[in-house]
């Protein structure tokens, strides 16, 4: 008895050790889990509760709404606002070491919708920039949400990019193939273009292992190359980034209508080699941005063809009018041309930013800039197959999903509509001229070749300096909210430079910008700043435009 008597007490010990301990290891467990939750609440960047993404959920949607109504109200109000001077103080601000609420982060975000550059106003005509579009808010979105990097590897985004650059690549005639890249914009696909002809002319191997210097030393002699003048910046700018020098690219002279004189090219080459040079590049321009001359592009083909030159073709934004019937004619030879620079993000509208580069000759893109570090190597099959990746066409490894708005933007639009709005644009540089030659305070001072016109306004009484004068006009224009041209200069002298790459413009705004350059124009001559509406300083949107301004929008 003695004996079950103990045992029974053994056991009921053991019993209650094993419910303690089970007891206790329940607790560890939740406290863990509670300890694991709480650490990850503290460190990851996305909400932790459902309040949290339905905070998330409502304030988008709410954002979302105001990007749809700054487009919808694009045609309406000032063309530039700057930003007020309140709020660039307030701009100045301590690195944040706490974070905002979702509410505070939307109203900071939404408080910068007033003041974009204006180039979504149908007024806005400086440099050349494109006008973006509604329907470009929504790529971003997906875009962001995916978080792809495009650098490299298997995933559905390089699957866009791959069938975008196809299409680029049928739209400007170029073999299929060819190698292609997606870039930030013309500057960078010149680069990557005039890196792969360099690299080319000097031997690939021995440009990229010993450097320009030494493979300079093994050809003829330095290399040069040629360019019409007036061609853009872009193209000193990459002899220079290149290790070339921006003195090695010629400037030859051009012909009344602005394109590059042949004659002229052929005699440069043949004195630069008489010289022991080494020409190995002639570029031209499809759309020079001064004026819009469009080079003769075939003749520049059967040139380089017949010298063993490259021939690089940039295309910034008048490549893309392939797509309207009435400029495309005048693109012969851009097809024929060894590289193709140009931008989606001028004359085809998709929200900024997004550039192009087209490479004849696949291998020689490769060789230029392909590189595979261990960490790097490519598969048949998972993650790393796929092969060439994007980066192996350019200097990029990390890349955003850029594919993904020129992907949606042509499914949306399709090229009849965006060829049209190019077609459009050219009638409105052809009615603006007409009008400012039936003015006779203005002085039209180039040839309409695609959309940009450049005029002077001329005060019948005479004043000190046209150059000043007209600066002056360009800015009050600017900054009373009414239009944006730009300036520039031809033959020495400052003129009002108007660029018409913006579907949203209509023949009523060139009638206006030509009504207020008059009006503004002898206002200044005649010293009166008395009728000055807003200065550059603070200003609400909309609410200083003129009373004709108001009228058009
Ligand atoms: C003819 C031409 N080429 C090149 C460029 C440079 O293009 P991006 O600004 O996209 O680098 C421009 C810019 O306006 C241009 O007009």
Not at 104 to 112: E, G, K, P, T, V
Request: charge should be neutral; glycine fraction near 8%; proline fraction near 4%.
């Amino acid at each position: 008895m003695r004996t079950s008597g103990t045992s029974v007490t053994v056991t009921a010990s053991v019993l209650v050790l094993a419910a303690y301990t089970l007891r206790r290891r329940l607790i560890e467990r939740r406290l863990r889990k509670k300890r694991k939750q709480a650490s990850q609440s503290s460190t990851t960047l996305d909400p932790t509760s459902a309040e949290g993404w339905a905070s998330l959920r409502a304030n988008a949607h709410a954002l979302l709404d105001q990007c749809c109504d700054r487009f919808e109200a694009a045609t309406e109000g000032r063309t530039w606002t700057p930003l007020p001077t309140s709020m660039k103080k307030a701009l100045h601000e301590p690195l944040p070491r706490e974070g905002i609420s979702r509410e505070a982060q939307c109203a900071r975000l939404a408080s910068l919708l007033p003041y974009g550059v204006g180039n979504t106003h149908p007024r806005f005509f400086g440099w050349v920039n494109g006008s973006g579009n509604a329907g470009g808010v929504l790529p971003e979105l997906v875009g962001a949400a995916l978080n792809a990097n495009c650098g490299a590897r298997e995933h559905g985004a390089i699957h866009i990019e791959k069938q975008v650059l196809e299409w680029c690549r049928s739209m400007m005639g170029f073999p299929p193939e060819c190698g292609a890249l997606l870039v930030s914009g013309t500057s960078m696909a010149t680069i990557v273009a005039l890196k792969t002809a360099r690299d080319k002319a000097l031997g690939i191997d021995s440009s990229r292992k010993t450097g320009l210097v030494r493979a300079q030393a093994g050809v003829k002699g330095a290399l040069v190359g040629y360019m019409a003048q007036g061609a853009h910046s872009c193209l000193t700018r990459a002899f220079d980034i290149l290790g070339l020098g921006s003195d090695a690219l010629r400037l030859v002279p051009v012909r009344p209508d602005f394109t590059m004189d042949l004659e002229e090219l052929g005699a440069m080459v043949e004195e630069d080699r008489r010289a022991g040079l080494t020409p190995f590049l002639v570029v031209g321009t499809a759309g020079s941005v001064n004026v819009g001359a469009i080079d003769d592009l075939d003749s520049i083909a059967t040139f380089t063809e017949e010298h063993g030159l490259w021939f690089h073709v940039d295309g910034a934004f008048g490549a893309p009018a392939v797509l309207s019937e009435m400029v495309r004619p005048r693109l012969r030879g851009m097809e024929r041309a060894s590289s193709l620079a140009f931008d989606f993000h001028k004359w085809l509208h998709v929200n900024y930013d997004c550039g192009c580069v087209l490479v004849r000759d696949r291998e020689a893109h490769l060789r230029a800039f392909s590189e595979r570090p261990d960490y790097l190597v490519g598969d048949e099959r998972g993650l790393a197959s796929g092969q060439p990746w994007p980066m192996d066409y350019g200097p990029e490894l990390s890349r955003g999903f850029r594919a993904l708005k020129v992907w949606s933007h042509f499914l949306e639009h399709g090229t009849e509509k965006l060829g049209a709005s190019i077609t459009r644009n050219v009638e409105h540089a052809h009615y603006l001229a007409t009008k400012l030659d039936a003015t006779e305070e203005i002085e039209r001072l180039t040839p309409v070749s695609l959309q940009i016109v450049c005029f002077r306004y001329v005060p019948r009484r005479a004043v000190g300096d046209l150059d000043v004068l007209n600066n002056a006009i360009v800015v009050e224009l600017q900054e009373r909210g009414i239009a944006a041209p730009s300036t520039t200069r031809i033959k020495r002298q400052l003129v009002i430079r108007v660029s018409i790459t913006n579907h949203r413009t209509r023949f009523e705004d060139l009638d206006l910008l030509v009504a207020e350059t008059c009006n503004i124009g002898a206002e200044l001559a005649a010293g009166d700043m008395s009728l000055r509406v807003s200065g550059s300083g603070e200003s609400d949107s909309g609410a200083s435009v003129s009373s004709s301004v108001r009228e058009v929008a």
